[in-house]
């Protein structure tokens, strides 16, 4: 990728995160400041979600890369620690902000896991009360908070995290303890594709792409789950790109493609057309780029259980609310975009051998490993 496209990323995410512009930045303001800065300060900027993207157009205004070079750097690396996948990732958009107006307190060398982590409890302790208010046992609540959403991403559900929490209230001493317990591997599915495990696993072949009629079926039904109603207005948008779309590939998309097809965002359809329409008709990288997009929109719809955990004044102790999420796997299409033939058709066969026995660890490991292709990760995990 070039300076151009993280430009572009940017600018997209800000239009996806809603942020609001100071006027200076309004119009072509924006271009202007960001033109300012080299590839590798647009690169961090790019990886940026809607906490760190919103406080850069605040310190930046007026400044050069040079004035705020610092300050960009610590950015960086505290944002991998609260992205999607550092081990900080359960704090609040809240406490995420209070961390960044301490930025400039912050020495680059001590920035670690540890010292973010107290930052982001001031925030507790001043929800809490004064310093004086905030008790030893508020201190083990807040370290049992991360800990929930530590355990629940390991598999534990909400009665077993209670149980265990109970024992540790009885004896502190063994708060450690809840982080070197085993892992559990929870995932929801449609009952369709949890049927479908039996299924002999495709070939691993990088050269073709595999097509057996097992798989073909498995996704059949999968299809038949996830299909949701849409509004009049949005099948209309759905409609006109994909007839766009499909009087490019022709006969290259299947009835099942086309299926998947209209279940999409606009957004993300143009996108697709945008990719097909440099693509040429007969060649292999155009049935590739069709099965990547109609697969990983399947992968999508299977829902990892999530449980966010949350201590705050208005929360009490203890408030957990559990919700299921699926990786938003559209956020890879820029990269799977560069990848030769035989790297996109290995990228393929994954999505389909996982579709055939989805698990929770298959799913996240090829999100990580399509992550692993760029140095940031923010714009392809918040934008589609």
Do not use: C
């Not at 300012?36 to 850069?56: Q, R, S, T, W």
């Not at 991403?153 to 317990?181: A, C, D, W």
């Amino acid at each position: 990728m070039n300076k151009t496209d993280y430009l572009y990323m940017i600018l997209d995410n800000i239009l996806v995160f809603n942020i609001k512009l100071p006027p200076e930045f309004q119009g072509n303001g924006l271009n202007g400041h960001l033109n300012k800065f080299d590839e590798y300060g647009l690169k961090v900027i790019a990886g940026f979600n809607k906490n760190f993207l919103d406080h850069f157009l605040k310190i930046s205004r007026g400044k050069t890369q040079n004035d705020i070079k610092d300050a960009l750097k610590k950015m960086e690396k505290i944002s991998y620690m609260v992205g999607p996948i550092g081990n900080l990732n359960y704090l609040t958009p809240e406490q995420v902000d209070h961390i960044l107006t301490k930025i400039q307190t912050l020495k680059f060398e001590e920035i670690n896991e540890e010292k973010i982590g107290l930052v982001a409890d001031d925030l507790l302790r001043e929800q809490f009360g004064a310093p004086g208010n905030y008790s030893a046992a508020d201190a083990l609540e807040s370290q049992l908070s991360s800990a929930a959403f530590y355990l629940m991403n390991m598999g534990y559900y909400s009665e077993e995290i209670q149980e265990k929490f109970n024992e540790v209230r009885r004896h502190p001493s063994k708060l450690g303890e809840l982080f070197t317990l085993p892992q559990k591997e929870i995932y929801s599915i449609p009952t369709e594709i949890e049927q479908s495990s039996t299924v002999s696993p495709p070939s691993s072949s990088e050269s073709e792409a595999d097509n057996n009629q097992s798989i073909n079926d498995v996704i059949a039904r999968h299809v038949q789950s996830i299909h949701q109603d849409i509004t009049e207005e949005k099948a209309q948008k759905v409609d006109e790109i994909l007839q766009e779309i499909k009087a490019h590939v022709k006969d290259s998309m299947s009835e099942l493609q086309e299926k998947v097809f209209r279940q999409m965002h606009p957004d993300r359809l143009n996108r697709a057309l945008k990719m097909l329409r440099t693509t040429k008709r007969k060649s292999k990288r155009m049935q590739l780029f069709l099965e990547w997009f109609s697969e990983s929109f399947l992968l999508s719809k299977i829902e990892l259980k999530v449980e966010h955990w949350q201590v705050s004044s208005s929360a009490g102790h203890g408030s957990a609310g559990v919700y299921t999420a699926g990786i938003d796997f559209s956020r890879y299409d820029n990269i799977i975009r560069e990848f030769p033939d035989n790297k996109l058709t290995k990228v393929v066969n994954i999505t389909r051998k996982i579709l055939q026995n989805p698990t929770k660890k298959a799913i996240q490991k090829l999100g990580q490993d399509l992550i692993a292709e760029t140095g940031f990760d923010e714009h392809l995990y918040f934008t589609d």
